[in-house]
């Protein structure tokens, strides 16, 4: 074979392996761009989907739960401040008392539970209670009717200390369970817009009469 031949063999099969590698180059990135393209609309999209769906399980969840939460708030049947008309008057005796009258504003008869959580401007813990005065039963107010508690604003002997003078009174009712309450607490005027407290001030069960609530 002369010189000329086989430069032209040798030209001739480099030719061809540059074209071999051409091609299989160009497939390569065709598959790499299909495989990256598919990979999004094959496998992330089911994702997503049930990702939202999720979603929507978890918020009608939640609404669900507020709305029983808030049925679960209401005590029918348990006088509370939407339905009772709550005030608080001054008395001639006993001294250093004053007497809260709630009266039943509704149309339906309503039970006042165990007795009212009262506390004065901005105390933290609410007036103690006088176990003595607890009824045999709770009052159960008719329409326009009205359950009674004595106020004990300060000891008469002076035992209860300085005192201070007090502006407001927040009067809040006992629900079912113990220890708990119903409704939205009562910002009560006090007759001549302050009285005398001292340590020593305390309040009677809810009682059926004025002179019930004003015996202790």
């Known amino acids: 074979m002369s010189m000329r031949t086989r430069t032209a063999v040798a030209a001739l099969t480099a030719a061809a392996a540059l074209a071999l590698t051409a091609c299989g180059g160009g497939g390569g990135d065709d598959a790499g761009s299909t495989s990256d393209k598919a990979g999004p609309v094959g496998t992330a999209s089911p994702a997503k989907d049930e990702e939202a ?11 669900a739960a507020g709305s029983s939460d808030k049925g679960k708030s209401a005590a029918p049947g348990v006088c509370a401040s939407g339905t009772v008309k709550v005030e608080v008057k001054t008395v001639s005796s006993p001294v250093n008392h004053l007497l809260l009258v709630a009266t039943n504003t ?3 008869a309503c039970t006042a539970l165990g007795y009212p959580f009262l506390r004065f401007d901005q105390d933290q813990a609410t007036t103690p209670v006088i176990d ?7 009052v159960t107010l008719a329409p326009g009717k009205s359950a ?8 008469a002997d002076g035992s209860g200390g300085t005192g201070r003078k007090a502006k407001k009174l927040a009067v809040s009712f006992q629900g079912p369970g113990d220890g708990s309450s119903v409704g939205d607490k009562v910002e009560a005027p006090l007759p001549g817009g ?3 407290v001292d ?7 809810w009682q059926s009469s004025q002179a019930a609530a004003l015996k202790w």
């Open 53 to 63: 769906a999720a979603e929507a399980t978890d918020g009608q969840s939640g609404s």
């Open 199 to 205: 340590d020593q001030a305390q309040g009677t069960y």
């Open 132 to 138: 003595k005065s607890r009824p045999q039963a709770p």
């Open 106 to 108: 509704s149309k339906s």
């Open 194 to 196: 302050s009285v005398h």
């Open 148 to 155: 009674y508690a004595g106020i004990v604003t300060s000891a």
